[in-house]
């Protein structure tokens, strides 16, 4: 018998013993009647993630065929249960991925936010659902929500008037260069040029903050150099900064992007946290839950 057909053979034979139904599987193998057999045995293990527990399997008892060596059953087996294991990881991944985008759909946490003053919006004041941002210019995944999901964001509710966008700022420690820019930019803010500033750091391929940078972004903007250096060196906004990054902690928010999307508030805003730059249906269906409240 030719390897390929013993290989069909065993896994015909292995198949049959694993969808046998539990009672028959608990009984005793039968001896083949022919010729004489040695049972070879083997154990299935199914891994749902690296920090699951692994779960086992009964052992599966076979009837070698006539002329078949056990070193012949023990390497045809071992390739068997690879690529059993291989197509059970495939299943699992596509079964796995489902409850994934389920999940999606869902706002992570509700929160309570107070509503604080000067904060750089855009939007009508009187929009009836706000949505906040704790951003890091520094961030590839702030960069990414820019690129992917904000365009569509601004054309679907902030332009049409149903949301108010602030942005606020959580520059990461690890990330040297995003208080400097967050500053830059509040600079920017003082010659009502906060969202364009904002815009050419986000928006650039580029992602280089080094100081000479930040003074090329201002120019590209068309600050008055001399006032945008005199805010620069003064660190005018160091304190709002701080504000903001301490109003990110009360909120269990430690990394960027991350969202607060809730119904326009006076004083304290009810929502919902997002974190991540997940994508826009997530947003979409927070913004809409919120609107139907």
């Excluded at 928006?203 to 005199?230: E, N, P, R």
């Amino acid at each position: 018998m030719g390897r390929l057909g013993l290989m069909w053979l065993m896994f015909s034979l292995v198949s049959a013993a694993q969808n046998a139904p539990s009672t028959q599987a608990a009984a005793p193998a039968k001896a083949a009647p022919a010729s004489p057999a040695t049972a070879a045995k083997t154990e299935k293990t199914e891994r749902t993630s690296s920090s699951s527990k692994v779960v086992k399997a009964d052992s599966i008892t076979i009837n070698m065929p006539e002329g078949m060596t056990r070193d012949q059953a023990d390497a045809i087996l071992n390739e068997l249960k690879e690529i059993h294991q291989l197509l059970q990881n495939q299943q699992t991944a596509a079964a796995q991925a489902k409850p994934a985008a389920a999940q999606a759909a869902a706002p992570s946490d509700k929160v309570k936010m107070s509503v604080g003053q000067g904060w750089y919006a855009m939007g009508r004041d009187d929009a009836p659902v706000t949505m906040v941002e704790f951003t890091d210019y520094q961030c590839p995944f702030c960069r990414k929500f820019e690129h992917d999901s904000f365009a569509e964001l601004k054309k679907d509710y902030i332009d049409t008037g149903k949301v108010r966008f602030v942005s606020r700022d959580l520059p990461l420690e690890f990330h040297p260069n995003a208080a400097p820019a967050a500053e830059a930019v509040r600079c920017a803010g003082e010659q009502h040029k906060f969202w364009e500033m904002h815009d050419a750091i986000m928006q650039d391929t580029a992602t280089d903050l080094s100081a000479d940078s930040i003074l090329k972004y201002g120019d590209k903007v068309g600050l008055d150099s001399t006032a945008f250096h005199a805010c620069l060196a003064e660190k005018r906004f160091v304190t709002a900064i701080q504000k903001d990054t301490a109003d990110a902690g009360t909120l269990g928010i430690s990394g960027t992007p991350s969202f607060v999307i809730a119904k326009t508030a006076p004083d304290q805003m009810d929502g919902v946290r997002i974190v991540g730059a997940v994508p826009y249906a997530v947003f979409d269906s927070a913004i809409k839950d919120a609107l139907a409240k």
